[in-house]
């Protein structure tokens, strides 16, 4: 089972009133677990970036003038996340965007159903309870000491973390963080079997120096047979 963890950063709340996406990132779960792989772009928006917006992630008009367009990057984007499972905070939000950009490109949107809000599951398992991604990330002790400002990758690399703790437990999935220092071929044969790679039983020999040292150490134990018997 493929799933995508998503997150975007935009230039305010409205796409239908001219507000773009500026920041995609994603990460790719196989089975619930972290494959390493993920996808990574800056978005020119082609308008201004708001002051109080750039206050939250940092992203400014200067800074995003240099990258690519929307229709640049979107077949990538698609490609990536191909039919994918999608694991989004809040998704309603970052869907608004992503289906009215990729309608705009001539695209089919992407269904509802293909969509696992996690701000949803948050609320139901913890009801009343604070449901924000820092929220999520203090009760599940994961750090986030590295969001000073929103990310669009940052966020999708916590939200990973958060969606396993929210599934009972990163134990289901393995961590996050110690699969991605892993090698590719070992990450997917544990995607797809479920089961760490054997290892061959080691040989360590003995040297005739350690069976002296060790012989004098028991012959100071006096009657303890156990550590005398040779057979």
């Not at 479920?194 to 006096?222: A, D």
């Amino acid at each position: 089972m493929r799933e995508i963890v998503l997150d975007t950063e935009t230039t305010g709340m409205d796409p239908f009133s001219g507000d773009r996406i500026v920041e995609i990132g994603c990460v790719e779960l196989l089975n619930h677990i972290p494959t390493g792989n993920h996808y990574h772009a800056y978005i020119n928006p082609e308008r201004d970036v708001p002051a109080e917006v750039v206050a939250v992630h940092g992203l400014t008009e200067q800074f995003l003038k240099g990258k690519p367009t929307f229709a640049e990057i979107y077949t990538d984007f698609l490609d990536f996340i191909g039919d994918a499972k999608l694991v989004i905070h809040n998704a309603e939000f970052d869907m608004k965007f992503i289906n009215h950009h990729i309608q705009a490109m001539g695209a089919p949107a992407i269904p509802l159903s293909r969509i696992v809000d996690s701000l949803i599951m948050a609320r139901q398992k913890f009801p009343g309870s604070p449901a924000s991604l820092d929220a999520l990330c203090k009760r599940f002790d994961i750090d986030n000491a590295n969001r000073t400002l929103h990310g669009a990758l940052l966020d999708a690399e916590l939200l990973a973390d958060v969606y396993l703790e929210l599934l009972g437990g990163r134990q289901t999935g393995l961590n996050l963080s110690s699969l991605q220092n892993d090698n590719s071929d070992t990450v997917n044969e544990a995607a797809h079997h479920g089961s760490k790679k054997r290892r061959e039983p080691r040989v360590f020999p003995v040297s005739e120096e350690e069976l002296s040292t060790h012989q004098v150490m028991v012959n100071k134990l006096g009657e303890a047979a156990l550590w005398k018997k040779t057979d």
